[in-house]
Structures are given as C-alpha cells and as structure tokens.
C-alpha cells in the first residue's frame, strides 16, 4: 500500500505540473548494466531494466532540482567460460527515490548529480544447480543509498537519451571482519543506467 500511495502522490504532482510553467515532469525507461564490488566476478555482466517518473522544477535558468520514483534491477552475472563452468546470479530489485541537481548547457546538454535513497523490493540468486533460498544472503541491507551521475542528450525537444552511474555510498551487504578500508567494508553495488526520457511538460 505504501507503494501504491508512493506511485499515486507522484502522478499527482506531475498532473499538477502542467498547470504551473515552473514545473516539469515525465517517465523514463532504460537498461542497467550492473556488477558487485568485492566479490570475485568482474565485468557489468547483469543486464536489468529501470522505469520511472519524474518532477522537477527550475532553481535558476540553467539549474533544476529533480526527484524520481524509481524500479531498478541490480546484482551481478558470471556465466560460464572455457575455464570454469559454473554460473553466480544474483538479481535485486529495488525501489529508489533519486534526488539530484541538473545544469543544462545549450538546452541539449543535462548533467546531473545527486543520491538514491532505496528499498529492497525482492532478491533472487541463481547458480549451476538452480535458484537458492534467500537465506543465502541472510545480512542483506532492506535499505540503502546510492550516489550518482550522469549526462543527457536532448535529440529532439521533449526526449533526451543518457547514462548515468551509480554507486553504493553504503554497502549493501556489509562484512563481519573489521577493516580500515572503507571500499572494503562490504559489498556494493556499481551500475551503468542507459535510459531515454520523456517530458509531458518542458
């Protein structure tokens, strides 16, 4: 229900939006392409999907702020190879709510800054054999943030194409050994965001 009313309260604001010139708003859809650091896998080998909408509102002509509700797919993927033949999956959905800053250059350039609080909507982990019970990942983090950034490219006047990175700011599973480096303390998740958006109001 907290979702829902999430979603809801979202779709309000960007109706509203339409009746006021310093409001924007509009939906997003794209590709993550994610891996896990710390673990012993390398490479953005899990693909997931990232849909949203957004509001934002203009700070000065060439600043906005913005905030989204967001579904993103994270984790990480090792398929097999000459060399080994096992397969690790694990796929985590979450619900995000994105805050950031946005500097326009030109009106065809976006570049953006900002953090990603987030909850753990489900979790799935996959080997060789099959999926695994949850209980595979029993310290797993319900909540979390991320850092971000990223650039756009405004191709025609209400659609813009862009990545963006993010990064874990907290570990998401953290480890039960001390360490000094802070990098080391835990996993964290580190993910590629391919996405177009659409503008209902700019």
């Given amino acids: 229900m907290k979702i829902n009313t999430g979603i809801i309260i979202l779709i309000l604001c960007i109706s509203l939006s339409s009746s006021a010139q310093s409001f924007q708003g509009g939906i997003f859809a794209g590709i993550n392409a994610s891996q896990i ?4 896998y390398g490479g953005f080998n899990k693909l997931g999907l990232n849909a949203g909408a957004f509001v934002s509102r203009e700070i000065t002509p060439n600043f906005y702020w ?4 967001k579904y993103s797919s994270r984790g990480m993927y090792h398929h097999p190879t000459i060399n080994q033949n096992f397969i690790a999956l694990s796929n985590l959905k979450y619900l995000e709510l994105p805050l950031s800053i946005h500097y326009f250059y030109n009106e065809k350039i976006q570049v953006e800054l900002g953090f990603a609080p987030d909850v753990l909507l489900s979790e799935y982990y996959e080997d060789e054999h099959g999926s695994l019970d949850p209980a595979y990942a029993p310290d797993l983090r319900r909540f979390g943030v991320n850092v971000f950034g990223g650039i756009y490219y405004y191709f025609i006047e209400n659609m813009a194409v862009g990545i963006r990175y993010t990064y874990s700011a907290i570990p998401f599973y953290p480890f039960d050994f001390w360490t000094a480096r802070y990098r080391d303390k835990g996993y964290f998740h ?13």
């Fill in 37 to 40: 650091d710390n673990d012993t």
């Fill in 66 to 69: 913005q905030m989204e509700l």
């Fill in 190 to 202: 580190d993910v590629l965001c391919l996405s177009v958006k659409y503008y209902f109001v700019r």
